[in-house]
């Protein structure tokens, strides 16, 4: 399968393996944070982990959009989705993502119309069909899903859609990364950059953590080979004593990115002066909120939302799994109390999770290495 087969070839992939142990310096220990989620299960998914050397320990970071939601801006969902009149709308994830007051799918057991969408443009279209009642839609996610909310907004806005809102929740991912870079918590050598949001903001934008960290950042695709040469690479930087930012991914990812996209989002929406992510606690404009001119289109100058900080479960260490503090086996709760069936955390909710991809497809290994060991 052309496209597909090119990039799990078994034979390139030891060459790969084998040129990451020719690279790296005797006794020393090698940190790499894969930023994105997608990396996360492609890791996991197709063994990543088992041809790197011990050497060479694989961190996962925050780049999972649903995973970073704080408990609270849950809770203000489902506040809004238990309105009368209101269609809620959002994506299958977040619908069980538990807040402290419950879920979504819990509120529409209780009454609530919830409903699951593939995209902004599917609200957009209920909105349409149901001129009677107001339609609101859950915006998440980094800036890969921002420009689709960006142009569903233009779009409302030019249709005269006025039973249209949007309750913004979308995540900025540079901010999150200088702030685990000022985390005392990790030590990290570089980074595995996002494929998926730098297809949309390009690769200027991680130049700072290469002139002011000194960390080397390689954006990579989602095939298992691009992870393993993205990870390559960034260790021959480190060999050869350079730190740069380079484009593993150039088949898609331009260093300028996506100029309409992000005019798009410009157009629509702001920085918020600061936004809660789950783990990582406040972050200084981190988030994107509605511009003013689309305030007739906006959920929360629309409803009266409660905003109230709801702390995470204290069994749950979603917080320091999406710091690359602990793995997700090391969580006190993982694969016991909290399993995909039924989530206490975030990681294990999310397709894009790091505690669901390593439940699906990591942890036997894991067991087999220990009763090994």
């Known amino acids: 399968m052309r496209y597909v087969d090119e990039y799990r070839s078994g034979k390139i992939a030891l060459d790969l393996s084998q040129r990451i142990e020719s690279v790296l310096e005797p006794g020393r220990k090698y940190k790499l944070m894969e930023v994105c989620g997608g990396h996360t299960h492609t890791i996991y998914k197709h063994g990543i982990e088992n041809l790197l050397p011990p050497a060479v320990d694989l961190i996962h970071g925050p780049g999972c959009p649903v995973c970073v939601i704080p408990m609270g801006r849950i809770d203000d969902a489902i506040a809004i989705a238990e309105r009368p009149n209101v269609i809620f709308t959002t994506f299958g994830d977040m619908m069980r993502v538990p807040g402290g007051n419950g879920s979504l799918l819990e509120a529409k057991a209780r009454g609530a119309d919830v409903r699951m969408v593939y995209s902004p443009l599917d609200a957009l279209r209920i909105a349409r069909e149901n001129p ?11 800036e890969t899903t921002t420009p689709s ?20 929740n979308h995540v900025t991912i540079i901010p999150a990364i200088r702030a685990i870079l000022g985390s005392p918590d990790l030590r990290l050598d570089g980074f595995i950059g996002p494929g998926h949001v730098s297809t949309v903001i390009g ?14 950042l390689v954006v990579a695709g989602f095939e298992p080979l691009d992870v393993l040469q993205a990870a390559y690479m960034v260790l021959l930087q480190l060999a050869e004593g350079r730190c740069e930012v380079e484009n593993q991914y150039t088949r898609v990812v331009r260093e300028a990115g996506n100029p309409r996209a992000l005019e798009a989002i410009a157009e629509t929406m702001e920085l918020r002066t600061t936004f809660e992510w ?46 690359g503090v602990i793995k997700p086996w090391e969580c006190k709760v993982f694969g016991t109390a909290c399993t995909p069936e039924r989530p206490i955390g975030t990681c294990m909710v999310s397709s894009e999770g790091a505690c669901a991809a390593y439940y699906n497809y990591g942890r036997f290994t894991r067991r087999l290495e220990t009763v090994a060991t």
Do not use: H, M
């Open 132 to 142: 009677e009642r107001e339609t609101v839609f859950f915006a998440i996610g980094f």
């Open 149 to 168: 909310t960006a142009l569903t907004l233009l779009r409302a806005r030019s249709e005269g859609i006025r039973n249209f809102f949007v309750f913004a």
């Open 203 to 216: 690769t200027v934008p991680y130049r700072f953590i290469a002139e002011s960290y000194g960390k080397p």
């Open 278 to 323: 789950r783990g990582l606690g406040f972050i200084s404009q981190s988030a994107l909120a509605l511009r003013v001119e689309f305030a007739d289109w906006d959920a929360e100058r629309r409803y009266d939302v409660p905003g109230v900080r709801v702390a995470d479960p204290k069994a749950c260490q979603c917080g320091e799994v999406l710091k």
